[in-house]
RNA sequence: GCGUCGGUGGUAGAGUGGUCAAUUACACUUGGCUGUAAACCAAGCGGCUUCGGCCUUCGGGGGUUCGAAUCCCUCCCGGCGCA
């Protein structure tokens, strides 16, 4: 017996332009989680800025935590000794976790600067950028050298050596990272202190046990989106031999077995071939649910999610399908659109922290002047308890002209205000898409929230 | 009153004859943020511009010099010391 179920109640059949919308409920060991369901992020087994009590509040009925982060703070033992992450962060409700694949795709590129895995730097703004050029030649995968430490050999001579991995240890230590990732696993460094660790399948399997979330995912490579085709095939095949390898070691669990599902991740870049194959091939090795893997930024151009999506026709309709960092208001359309379960993001308390405020009539800066005599509230038809108040306050919000005040003079209130309005703002909208689906409006909704959102009205 | 040190762009504070429309930080203005090394990052921040430059700026005024925020004189203002 599965630890999971995902009961569909009702299909909006080739709604939104997509696949199958749908609704119903995803039973887990903590709970039921209503679909489709906006995931908080908590990373490091805490919501930025946002309490655990207050996760109900907020619409929430599960979080995703990091292996790699709860890996290396403060250790998956601890987690363990405390109960496991939900119980650890104070949660009763059902929890997942990341594998800690995409730490090998963000901490390994170079995070923060402009450098892509194949030096496709996106932009080249002169003098500042020739070091970044460097970089992204010296990231290049035919100049990767393998067996690296005793004989490599300096990086004019590495150019016969076609192979697998695709950073370069000289740079990656310079930066104080390093991300070499081989067909067994991915070595590493500690962001943190520089240490080296390595995962690999098992090992973040055995990690995930230990943490104890409710779903976990495989643990996978993830791409730069704009990589090439070669790569993407190579990466993905890979990800295919690691997620094979990750449902091995779970199911020798027994224990494990019984409570925690393992989802498998898609991958292929944007290109619909691969995308195809590796639904197909992730869809056929007994994984209990479905991870869209990838980067969804709007860097990498404005259809990386919906190449990806059109690889879930390619499931079994009854998998649960997870779109793992989509959480944009039209990413959730589109992804609900294409049969998407649950979403995880960490865009309302990243943009949350950073004065980015999500409203009905689209996104505004609650940093920016205008708002400095601004009594209203945040978003007048948001029905959060920043916007509408609570007991607490009684029964009166928090104005515009106070949140900016917040921001303006640096107070911690002011990320942890607005990352509570925004993770509000998203479960909100899900739970409407939810009843729009079930209520066969789907698309209604759709075009009338968008035409709002998009069109700032 | 005498002596002394100092007055630089919104603020603090570099610069001390040309590479200075003036380092840097903060402030300010505006962007960005999609499986979180992000309470972060980026751009702009005297005026005009055909984007090549042009004009006005470093307490006021006057000088020296090919050239001054930088040197000299003088005035004004401030700190400190002595009367």
Redesign the pocket.
Known sequence: MRPIRLDIEKEAPRSGGGLDARAGVLHTPHGDIKTPAFVG?A?KAT??GVSSAQFAELGLQTV?A?TY?LYLSPGEEMVQKAGGVATFMNWSGPTMT??G???V???GT???KKVSKFGQSSKSEEG?EEETQQENDLLRRDEWEPNSSEERSPAAERKNHPLPTQYDEDLATS???LAIVDDDGVTFTS?LDGTMHRFTPERSVEIQHKLGADIF?AF?E?TEPTATYEYQKEAMERTHRWAKRSVAAHRQNFDANNTQAIYG?G?GGQFDDLRQESARAIGDMGFDGF?L???????YGDNS?QSALNMLEFLPKEMPKHG?????PE?LFLGAAYGIDTF????P???G????IFTHQGNI?I????YKHDLSSLDPECDCVVCMGSVATGGVGFTKSYIHHLF?T?E?LA?MLASQHNIRFLTRLIDRIRESILDGRFDDFRDSFLRRYKNKQ
């Open positions: 992020v990373t919501i930025k995703i990091n982060h990341d594998s694949g995409f730490q795709f963000s901490l170079g995070f923060g500042k930066h104080g990272k962001h995912f996978d993830c991740i991958q991870g893997g990838g980067s969804f930024s709007k860097k999610l793992l960092g989509v959480g944009e990413d995880d993001c960490v865009i308390t990243r943009n922290r950073t004065g980015t800066n940093e920016n002047a205008q303006r640096k911690m990320p």
